[in-house]
T-cell receptor, first 113, second 116 residues
Framework: GESVGLHLPTLSVQEGDNSIINCAYSNSASDYFIWYKQESGKGPQFIIDIRSNMDKRQGQRVTVLLNKTVKHLSLQIAATQPGDSAVYFCAENLGTSYGKLTFGQGTILTVHP | DTGVSQDPRHKITKRGQNVTFRCDPISEHNRLYWYRQTLGQGPEFLTYFQNEAQLEKSRLLSDRFSAERPKGSFSTLEIQRTEQGDSAMYLC??????????????FGSGTQLSVL
């Protein structure tokens, strides 16, 4: 079936570097996308979202880019900090039900001091 | 703490036993969701409530699973006759329902179930 997937399962960066986490989705009907951060033993924490009528959205130190042409989503983290180390998930809402998200497998981000 | 609260945090049970988990959503949120997450995977949707009404259930939710939200506030998820394949993290999330499908879900820390 259609699903959200990630190109890289792990990413290691040095503190202060910028990080880019990628996500490919296959369902062109998806109209809402969210990035979540999950630390060990905790539930997913909302980072940033974007609607399908946008191609870029910025938050504090994070930017999400959406390329609907190639069905690609990315999360950019500026000046990555050790506290950013976690698993990052992209999730999509197919537009059929409230809150029914389809999550990708996740990317492990490790930030070295 | 005004976030989503789940209890217990960990549950170990023997195969065949029944277990029940509780979720207290953020107080003003009218929608509540249950997801399941296995190691190395993203969460998978199980079911959701709007107030006390259960509006959708995933195919993942077998007959052994039942969820309730009797007063439109807290919710319980019960698993009867547990199997080893039920071992997972059970996550609860809530949201403030709006007239769009673009809702931000806020997750609790989950209940980690281990079936021996």
């Amino acid at each position: 079936g259609e699903s959200v997937g990630l190109h890289l399962p792990t990413l290691s960066v040095q503190e202060g570097d910028n990080s880019i986490i990628n996500c490919a989705y296959s369902n062109s009907a998806s109209d809402y996308f969210i990035w979540y951060k999950q630390e060990s033993g905790k539930g997913p924490q909302f980072i940033i979202d974007i609607r399908s009528n946008m191609d870029k959205r910025q938050g504090q130190r994070v930017t999400v880019l959406l390329n609907k042409t190639v069905k690609h989503l990315s999360l950019q983290i500026a000046a990555t900090q050790p506290g950013d180390s976690a698993v990052y998930f992209c999730a999509e809402n197919l537009g059929t039900s409230y809150g029914k998200l389809t999550f990708g497998q996740g990317t492990i981000l490790t930030v070295h001091p | 703490d005004t976030g989503v609260s789940q209890d217990p945090r960990h549950k170990i049970t023997k195969r065949g036993q029944n277990v029940t988990f509780r979720c207290d959503p953020i107080s003003e949120h009218n929608r509540l969701y249950w997801y399941r997450q296995t190691l190395g995977q993203g969460p998978e949707f199980l079911t959701y409530f709007q107030n006390e009404a259960q509006l959708e259930k995933s195919r993942l939710l077998s007959d052994r699973f039942s969820a309730e939200r009797p007063k439109g506030s807290f919710s319980t998820l019960e698993i009867q006759r547990t199997e080893q394949g039920d071992s997972a993290m059970y996550l609860c999330a809530s949201s403030f329902g709006q007239a769009t499908l673009n809702e931000k879900l806020f997750f609790g820390s989950g209940t980690q179930l281990s079936v021996l």
